[in-house]
């Protein structure tokens, strides 16, 4: 079946403009995570959605970035005002049920963004 | 808050030789355990986890782990490195100090196999 799938797979923007980043996770798959991946580094968790709840944004670095997911399927992580440090490969995993320790997490192929 | 550490940023070996990768963890409660490998403009695909039963996991391509609490390590192995296995690999534990089982990832450890 389908995995995570992300769109667009590469994002160049100026600084000082706005992305959107798409993320179709599995179907039927409860719970969605973001997390950012900076060069040469482990990713980094962002935000948690269980279905259409946004139930933990702890790790969103600014008011610059905003997540939705308002049917529970179909997510968006959105960056205003790009600075040079927001440049990083953006995952998205979505696993089958509700947040819990042993879940497993599928990952899509990532959003690279690269802002000048 | 968990936490994973790495042991080296780079491994390499040659084609049929033996394959360690260290993780050490640290956790104030029993830690649920991960190892995902990414390979070049791909996801991260899982491995392996352990969760608490057997100690010794075995996970797919013939990689395996054992979790040892007394050293506090989650070392991935495989008995013979095939060129395919070149990719990064990171180790993960799960945290829930804001409330959510989200994944803490290590550094990662680079993999070079050798002709």
New interface residues.
């Given amino acids: 079946g389908a995995?995570?799938s992300q769109s667009p797979r590469y994002k160049v923007a100026k600084r000082g403009q706005d992305v959107a980043l798409r993320c179709d996770p599995i179907s039927g798959h409860v719970s969605l995570?973001w997390?950012q991946q900076a060069l040469?580094?482990?990713?980094?968790?962002l935000t948690?959605f269980q279905n259409e709840a946004q139930?933990?944004k702890?790790?969103l670095p600014s008011d610059r970035f905003f997540a939705e997911r308002p049917e529970g399927s179909v997510s968006t992580l959105k960056i205003q005002r790009t600075q040079q440090e927001d440049s990083a490969v953006y995952?998205c995993?979505s696993s089958l049920s509700g947040?819990?320790?042993?879940?497993?997490?599928?990952?899509?192929?990532?959003t690279r963004l690269t802002v000048l | 808050a968990q936490s994973v550490t790495q042991l080296d940023s780079h491994v390499s070996v040659s084609e049929g030789t033996p394959v360690l990768l260290r993780c050490n963890y640290s956790s104030s409660y029993s830690p649920s355990l991960f190892w995902y490998v990414q390979h070049p403009n791909k996801g991260l695909q899982l491995l392996l986890k352990y969760t608490s039963a057997a100690t010794l996991v075995k996970g797919i391509n013939g990689f395996e782990a054992e979790f040892k609490k007394s050293e506090t390590s989650f070392h991935l192995t495989k008995p013979s490195a095939h060129m395919s296995d070149a990719a990064e690999y990171f180790c993960v534990v799960t945290d829930r100090s804001s409330g959510t089982y989200k994944y803490i990832f290590g550094t990662g450890t680079r993999l070079k196999v050798l002709a």
């Fill in positions: 995995g995570v995570f997390y040469g580094q482990g990713p980094e968790f948690y139930l933990d702890s790790g995952l995993a947040s819990g320790p042993t879940d497993t997490q599928y990952f899509g192929p990532g």
